[in-house]
């Protein structure tokens, strides 16, 4: 029992990769059904949450922090579905979106530009020429987004365990070494993992809770018990104060909950 | 049977999974070890050899100039090398210059970043944070290298046909996966494969002779067809290209020589406002 994260760019199959692989390990295979999640739980558009997530933030992105807050919702969403185990998820940012979780299989598939190229005029019915342009852009706006948010390159393979190149390789070879490196004893679900995993997912929708308007908080979580990081002023913390005592009894799970002010924020922090 | 190569962002790391692969398959293994012979055949420093394969030219080490010449050397010698089919190889930057030879697996490993700063903290010393400043900047000078030496990026995965990063996975894990890869029928050597590393594999020998006299050579092999591409001002021409043709003429294998000499402008413009 694993957790699998698949990477991929458009046309790179990827998600044939991910389905397959869904299908011989008998996984929950999700992507757009986080973004449907999201979208119920936090009312919030489903292509504004799928433009969080693809396009690089604007500058007055910067300032609102309107991306920070649908990440936070699509995080919450997905750590809810993933806490369930035996998924595997071949939407955008997986790898990203769960650092921290130790066991969970980081895959990225890549495929050559020219078979992309085919396949997306094969799809659009548009010319080699824009099919190129087509797919620089997406590519671009995916590493910017990557950059901008996480200060990370997603064409990185440092970021993955796996990175297969389906050229010479095919979509069924690249389906035999994921399953085989998912059943490695380092990406097996034990007890302790499992536990981690629950209280990340806790973590996160009490960050998703919080983020608007504190969109600057840390949050951690350890056996049910969270601790709630802050740099706001006196004023603000009252407020904050009185949203986490209701947070409290809102959200299943959670132990005990405290807010701490004026400690630096712990680099595992949500 | 097919060749393998192996990439790594830490030689050490490289040469581990290698010898383990070489040891799986029962495959030849080479490494750095050919740069002896290299360097006696040539009459240069195995040092320099070395130093040519990891560091960028710059104002106080090589010049591009025997940069180049270098990894012309190494070139022909590991490409002989691969020639005996059978092989791993690694440390010897194949991964850049064996390019569209289907029968050649290429695999990148990265090691664990926390081994690799350990193994640096304790060979050079230094904390944690100085380190990871060391590593950012070895992989900047990689990428730098791969670029200027052969135009390729060294990080990019396409590069490659898997990356195996070693912080979660094990190495004997790694190493059963890339001897696996080695009954893929897309690995087998086939005609036209056997043919492409031929023709790499005598350009290379080409190009070493010619770049003794000609720096700038650029050398393409098609079966015993030789086209050598350089540069020389007009009056010059004639003469570099019988040069040329008589050089690599006497080289065994080659059989017809095409010599295209394109004009040096740059040269061409200092002679004239002479």
């Given at each position: 029992?694993?957790?699998?994260?698949?990477?991929?760019?458009?046309?790179?199959?990827?998600?044939?990769?991910?389905?397959?692989?869904?299908?011989?390990?008998?996984?929950?295979?999700?992507?757009?059904?986080?973004?449907?999640?999201?979208?119920?739980?936090?009312?919030?558009?489903?292509?504004?949450l799928?433009?969080?997530?693809?396009?690089?933030?604007?500058?007055?992105?910067?300032?609102?922090?309107?991306?920070?807050?649908?990440?936070?919702?699509?995080?919450?969403a997905?750590?809810?579905r993933?806490?369930?185990?035996?998924?595997?998820?071949?939407?955008?940012?997986?790898?990203?979106?769960?650092?921290?979780?130790?066991?969970?299989?980081?895959?990225?598939?890549?495929?050559?530009?020219?078979?992309?190229?085919?396949?997306?005029?094969?799809?659009?019915?548009?010319?080699?020429?824009?099919?190129?342009?087509?797919?620089?852009?997406?590519?671009?706006?995916?590493?910017?987004?990557?950059?901008?948010?996480?200060?990370?390159?997603?064409?990185?393979?440092?970021?993955?365990?796996?990175?297969?190149?389906?050229?010479?390789?095919?979509?069924?070879?690249?389906v035999?070494?994921?399953?085989?490196?998912?059943?490695?004893?380092?990406?097996?679900?034990?007890?302790?993992?499992?536990?981690?995993?629950?209280?990340?997912?806790?973590?996160?929708?009490?960050?998703?809770?919080?983020?608007?308007?504190?969109?600057?908080?840390g949050?951690?979580?350890?056996y049910?018990?969270?601790?709630?990081?802050?740099?706001?002023?006196?004023?603000?913390?009252?407020?904050?104060?009185?949203?986490?005592?209701?947070?409290?009894?809102?959200?299943?799970?959670?132990?005990?909950?405290?807010?701490?002010?004026?400690?630096?924020?712990?680099?595992?922090?949500? | 049977?097919?060749?393998?190569?192996?990439?790594?962002?830490?030689?050490?790391?490289?040469?581990?999974?290698?010898?383990?692969?070489?040891?799986?398959?029962?495959?030849d293994?080479?490494?750095?070890?050919?740069?002896?012979?290299?360097?006696?055949?040539?009459?240069?420093?195995?040092?320099?050899?070395?130093?040519?394969?990891?560091?960028?030219?710059?104002?106080?080490?090589?010049?591009?100039?025997?940069?180049?010449?270098?990894?012309?050397?190494?070139?022909?010698?590991?490409?002989?090398?691969?020639?005996?089919?059978?092989?791993?190889?690694?440390?010897?930057?194949?991964?850049?210059?064996?390019?569209?030879?289907?029968?050649?697996l290429?695999?990148?490993?990265?090691?664990?970043?926390?081994?690799?700063?350990?193994?640096?903290?304790?060979?050079?010393?230094?904390?944690?944070?100085?380190?990871?400043?060391?590593?950012?900047?070895?992989?900047?000078?990689?990428?730098?290298?791969?670029?200027?030496?052969?135009d390729?990026?060294?990080?990019?995965?396409?590069?490659?046909?898997?990356?195996?990063?070693?912080?979660?996975?094990?190495?004997?894990?790694?190493?059963?996966?890339?001897?696996?890869?080695?009954?893929?029928?897309?690995?087998?050597?086939?005609?036209?494969?056997?043919?492409?590393?031929?023709?790499?594999?005598?350009?290379?020998r080409?190009?070493?002779?010619?770049?003794?006299?000609?720096?700038?050579?650029?050398?393409?092999?098609?079966?015993?067809?030789?086209?050598?591409?350089?540069?020389?001002?007009?009056?010059?021409?004639?003469?570099?290209?019988?040069?040329?043709?008589?050089?690599?003429?006497?080289?065994?294998?080659?059989?017809?020589?095409?010599?295209?000499?394109?004009?040096?402008i740059?040269?061409?413009?200092?002679?004239?406002?002479?």
């Open positions: 029992m694993a957790i699998i994260t698949i990477s991929r760019g458009s046309y790179s199959k990827g998600k044939e990769v991910a389905e397959k692989v869904a299908e011989r390990l008998g996984y929950e295979c999700i992507s757009r059904e986080v973004l449907l999640d999201a979208s119920d739980r936090f009312q919030i558009p489903e292509v504004k799928i433009r969080a997530i693809h396009d690089s933030p604007s500058i007055l992105d910067r300032f609102n922090h309107g991306k920070q807050i649908f990440i936070a919702y699509i995080r919450s997905l750590t809810c993933v806490a369930k185990d035996k998924v595997v998820y071949h939407g955008l940012a997986g790898h990203i979106l769960l650092t921290g979780v130790p066991h969970v299989l980081k895959v990225r598939i890549i495929a050559d530009m020219a078979n992309r190229i085919q396949a997306e005029m094969q799809r659009e019915g548009i010319s080699q020429d824009q099919a190129l342009t087509l797919l620089e852009r997406d590519d671009q706006e995916r590493r910017k987004w990557t950059k901008n948010i996480y200060g990370v390159d997603p064409w990185d393979s440092s970021l993955y365990d796996i990175v297969v190149h389906i050229h010479k390789l095919t979509v069924s070879d690249a035999d070494f994921i399953c085989q490196a998912a059943t490695k004893e380092q990406f097996t679900t034990t007890e302790s993992y499992q536990r981690k995993m629950e209280d990340f997912a806790l973590a996160c929708q009490v960050k998703a809770a919080l983020v608007d308007p504190f969109f600057d908080v949050v951690t979580c350890e049910g018990n969270v601790l709630i990081y802050t740099k706001a002023s006196n004023h603000q913390i009252n407020k904050l104060e009185k949203m986490a005592k209701r947070i409290e009894k809102e959200i299943e799970g959670i132990n005990n909950l405290e807010v701490h002010a004026g400690v630096p924020v712990p680099k595992n922090a949500i | 049977m097919p060749i393998i190569i192996i990439s790594s962002d830490s030689y050490k790391t490289g040469r581990e999974i290698g010898e383990k692969t070489a040891k799986a398959t029962g495959y293994y080479v490494d750095r070890e050919i740069l002896g012979p290299v360097a006696e055949k040539s009459n240069v420093q195995e040092e320099k050899l070395i130093k040519a394969l990891d560091e960028a030219p710059s104002f106080l080490g090589l010049s591009s100039k025997l940069r180049n010449k270098y990894l012309a050397y190494i070139q022909e010698a590991t490409l002989g090398q691969l020639l005996e089919d059978n092989v791993v190889c690694h440390g010897l930057a194949a991964h850049l210059y064996v390019l569209g030879v289907s029968h050649a290429k695999v990148r490993v990265l090691s664990d970043p926390e081994e690799l700063a350990s193994q640096l903290s304790s060979e050079a010393g230094g904390s944690a944070e100085k380190v990871k400043k060391l590593l950012k900047r070895q992989d900047a000078q990689r990428k730098r290298w791969s670029l200027e030496a052969f390729l990026d060294e990080t990019d995965p396409s590069n490659y046909d898997m990356v195996i990063n070693l912080s979660q996975i094990d190495p004997d894990e790694a190493v059963k996966t890339i001897a696996d890869m080695t009954a893929y029928r897309k690995f087998q050597p086939m005609t036209y494969s056997v043919k492409c590393l031929r023709d790499k594999e005598l350009a290379s080409v190009r070493m002779v010619l770049m003794e006299r000609f720096s700038d050579v650029r050398v393409q092999a098609d079966g015993s067809t030789i086209v050598v591409e350089t540069k020389a001002i007009k009056r010059e021409k004639q003469k570099r290209t019988e040069a040329i043709k008589e050089l690599a003429g006497g080289i065994a294998g080659v059989g017809y020589v095409e010599v295209h000499v394109a004009n040096d740059f040269r061409q413009a200092a002679e004239s406002s002479r």
